[in-house]
């Protein structure tokens, strides 16, 4: 017997049980498509993530200072000679600093907007976009004029529009917008009271005057290129270290650096949840197995016959892990068109970029087949090693 014998008899052995088939190839067809599926949407969410940093900046280093000893502590003006010795490395440097208390507009105080206090470069280590006006200047920050820049929802939902050239208190003292940023999302102008659009950035020496804090604690700038981010990373940390002595009184942090740890643990998280997946894929196996045994059982009088006939040992043996393969096959095919149904609903449910994983898809559907022929590998053998006698005497 050759295998396009084997296979046909395969076929035409499935088609002839189809619910039980259909029952067999159960556990190959959920294993399969789980791994699709899992694979699919993680590595949408993966090409959404790393869009995301995009959009939040991939050159992006902040720097966070914990320590409150005012006899060591590094300056603003230390942080910009820092980035003026490494231009090749350092540039877009921003003080930031929080300012609690929230803004009153008309009568209304709005205590859950945030104020913050930043620098003229401030956009451009956040990719800030203006929908009309200007940002903070250098000489905003020099004079500390009392002119800000809001958000999106701020000027929709609680200027009503009209931000523009309008006045705002902050601690009691009216602040003249200069500038609207655009909508992070539509959803935070709707519904963003709190969120990143429900904002109001002044200059970041006027918050110092205020007597808020004594000293700047976060920073934010860019590297030069994403290449070099390690290399500036480590010319910041060679700054800090002078001044602090050691590095438990900050931390410096590159958004390439962010990147990597989120998408780590990520694929850690994928890889789990495709181990698991993949014990479907062992179930069905072993459901394989099992069948397989059932029915050389059943067909025991069958491989008597054939074997008085003429046919070998390894003719049945072939016969039995083709029908398996078979079995296994067929359940990894409507496998992947169950992943891949379940994938395009699910990305588009959850508005992720469609990912197909050509790579996962011939590994499921190659294990699925292996699995098959491996575990109807033993009742392939137990029929080949049937005496006829035994077998057509069989009840």
């Known amino acids: 017997m050759d295998i396009r014998q084997a296979l046909v008899m395969a076929v035409k052995s499935l088609l002839a049980r189809k619910v ?11 294993g399969v498509a789980a791994v699709i599926a899992i694979m699919t949407i993680g590595r949408g969410t993966l090409a959404q993530v790393e869009e995301q940093f995009e959009h939040l900046g991939a050159n992006m280093i902040t720097v966070n200072i914990y320590s409150r000893d005012s006899t060591r502590q590094i300056s603003v003006e230390d942080m910009y000679a820092l980035v003026e010795e490494n231009p090749d490395l350092l540039c877009d440097l921003s003080p930031s ?7 009153k507009y008309g009568n209304t105080r709005y205590g859950k907007t945030a104020v913050a206090g930043v620098g003229e470069d401030y956009p451009k280590t956040q990719l800030l976009e203006l929908a009309e006006g200007n940002f903070l200047q250098y000489m905003d920050v020099e004079r500390r004029s009392n ?10 939902k609680i200027m009503g529009g009209q931000a523009l050239g309008n006045t705002l208190k ?13 909508a992070y999302d539509e959803f935070s102008v709707q519904n963003g009271e709190g969120s990143v659009d429900d904002i109001v950035y002044i200059p970041y020496s006027n918050v110092l005057k205020m007597g808020e804090t004594a000293f700047v604690s976060n ?6 290129t994403r290449d070099c981010s390690e290399a500036a990373v480590a010319a910041i ?8 002595a050691s590095d438990d009184y900050f931390k410096v942090v590159s958004q390439k650096e962010r990147m ?17 997946a993949g014990i479907a894929l062992l179930v069905g196996g072993v459901g394989i197995m099992n069948i397989m045994s ?9 491989i008597g016959v054939r074997k008085s006939f003429g046919a070998r040992k390894r003719d049945i043996r072939l016969q039995f892990i083709i029908e398996a393969g078979s079995t296994s096959a067929v359940g990894g095919l409507l496998g992947l068109a169950s992943g891949l149904v379940v994938s395009l609903i699910a990305c588009w449910f959850r508005q992720l970029p469609f990912q197909l994983a050509p790579d996962a898809m011939l590994l499921s559907f190659g294990v699925s087949v292996g699995l098959g022929v491996v575990f109807g590998f033993l009742p392939a053998n137990r029929a080949a090693r049937l005496e006829p006698i035994d077998a057509l005497r069989y009840d």
Do not use: H, K, P
């Open 219 to 224: 920073y934010t700038l860019n590297s030069v």
């Open 294 to 302: 059932v029915s050389v059982s059943e067909r025991t009088r069958e």
């Open 170 to 182: 902050i601690r009691g003292r009216n602040y003249t917008v200069i500038g609207v940023l655009i």
């Open 20 to 30: 039980r088939s259909l029952l067999t190839m159960l556990g190959i067809i959920v």
């Open 97 to 103: 600093v929080g300012l609690s208390g929230g803004i």
């Open 147 to 156: 002119v800000c820049v809001v958000g999106s929802y701020v000027a929709e």
């Open 260 to 276: 990597a740890m989120l998408l780590a643990m990520q694929n850690s998280m994928l890889s789990v949840l495709s181990a698991i």
């Open 237 to 244: 940390e060679a700054e800090l270290l002078d001044c602090y």
